[in-house]
Nanobody, 128 residues
């Protein structure tokens, strides 16, 4: 079992930046993949990006490239999502998730059902 706890959400003005954290505990290992997703009100949950816990390789969908950066700090078992130039449409609940490469690589890193563990989410609100 892996437990994930997100933090760092809040209210920010458009154009501002925010850093979200996701701290993992339990049976983590270097091969695990950590993903970030978000769900805006009335919309489906969408993929923000992912990072390999061991090597640190990252992947972002085209829509998220440029303003979102994922990194990890292994010593703290924490993955970060830094969001910059925030827009009101970035308002959402942000979730982190963890999954195994053997499931995720065939399914695709954006495939939510391929992630085994999810955090409770952290709310981000961007005011105009």
């Amino acid at each position: 079992q892996v437990q994930l706890v997100e933090s760092g959400g809040g209210l920010v003005r458009a154009g501002g930046s925010l850093r979200l954290s996701c701290t993992a505990s339990g049976r983590t290992h270097n091969s695990i993949i950590m993903g970030w997703f978000r769900q805006a009100p009335g919309k489906e949950r969408e993929f923000v990006g992912a990072i390999s816990w061991g090597g640190g390789a990252t992947h972002y969908p085209d829509a998220m490239k440029g303003r979102f950066t994922i990194s990890r700090e292994n010593a703290k078992n924490t993955v970060y999502l830094v969001m910059s130039s925030l827009k009101p449409e970035d308002t959402a609940v942000y979730y982190c998730a963890a999954g195994e490469p053997l499931r995720l690589f065939p399914a695709g890193l954006s495939e939510q059902s391929a992630y085994d563990y999810w955090g409770q989410g952290t709310q981000v609100a961007v005011s105009s």
